[in-house]
């Protein structure tokens, strides 16, 4: 019997508290920094204030974080934490990719700058006016993956079978037996995928997340035979 192999990449979601940030730049994670500058008419290029919505992790395990810049009021007589000039979200794709949104909600110019400094350090920069109010900052960030640990179960033999499955957070999905490989999909609390071995066969799997993501189970086709199986981290 064809062991079966799956895992799920460990979700929580949270809201992180509102936070301000007086400076020159704000640090996002310890590997994204965003700087905004307000080219005002009283003082000329002015450092915005970063001020901090909210923060969650969704259950396919992508990130998201948001808030927004305004001129301080020590600036210019304009200036408020409650008259944005300029809204941002940032998107930390499950597969890797980071998007840095930037959305001008003002008059005057506003230079955006973002640096990542992941894999390899890189930088960019975009002037929002009037005319062309949002830019996007685009980066390839890291992979990650989790491990589960469990059995499989064939109905039709009663074979059990131990195994070791590896969750990429690019969905796909590697096991301890070699050259086997597959994909997966997660939608809430439903994970379905298909695994292939190295001869070529394939194995559909359908499976549910338990509530703390550290526990999948469910059932597996392959051919004539059918299964379940259990995971844990």
């Known amino acids: 019997m064809k062991r079966f192999k799956t895992l799920f990449v460990a979700f929580a979601i949270f809201l992180a508290s509102v936070s301000i940030s007086y400076g ?12 905004v500058v307000i080219n005002t008419v009283e003082k000329g290029a002015i450092d915005a204030v970063w001020k901090k919505g909210g923060e969650e992790t969704t259950s396919a395990g992508d ?28 998107w930390f794709d499950h597969g890797g990719r980071i998007d840095v949104n930037f959305f001008h909600v003002s008059v005057p110019d506003i230079d ?25 900052h685009e980066y390839n960030g890291s992979i990650s993956a989790q491990t589960y640990y469990g059995t499989t179960v064939n109905n ?4 059990t079978d131990t195994m070791v499955t590896i969750l990429w957070s690019d ?45 999948i189970s469910g059932t597996w086709t392959t051919g004539g035979d059918s299964g379940t199986f259990t995971m844990s981290k």
């Open 171 to 215: 969905g796909s999905l590697t096991t301890d037996e070699d050259g086997t490989s597959g994909t997966y999909t997660i939608n809430g609390t439903l994970i379905t995928g298909r695994l292939i071995y190295t001869e070529g066969s394939a194995t559909d799997f359908i499976g549910t997340i338990s509530g703390d993501g550290n526990t």
């Open 24 to 35: 020159s730049s704000y640090q996002v994670t310890t590997d994204l920094t965003i700087r």
């Open 63 to 90: 990130k998201v974080i948001w808030g927004f810049f305004y001129a301080s009021p020590s600036d210019v007589t304009w200036g408020s934490e409650n008259n944005p000039d300029l809204y941002v979200k940032i």
């Open 156 to 159: 039709t033999s009663g074979e």
């Open 112 to 136: 955006v700058y973002s640096v990542y400094s992941g894999s390899s350090t890189s930088n960019q920069y975009s002037k929002t006016t009037m005319e062309n109010r949002y830019y996007r």
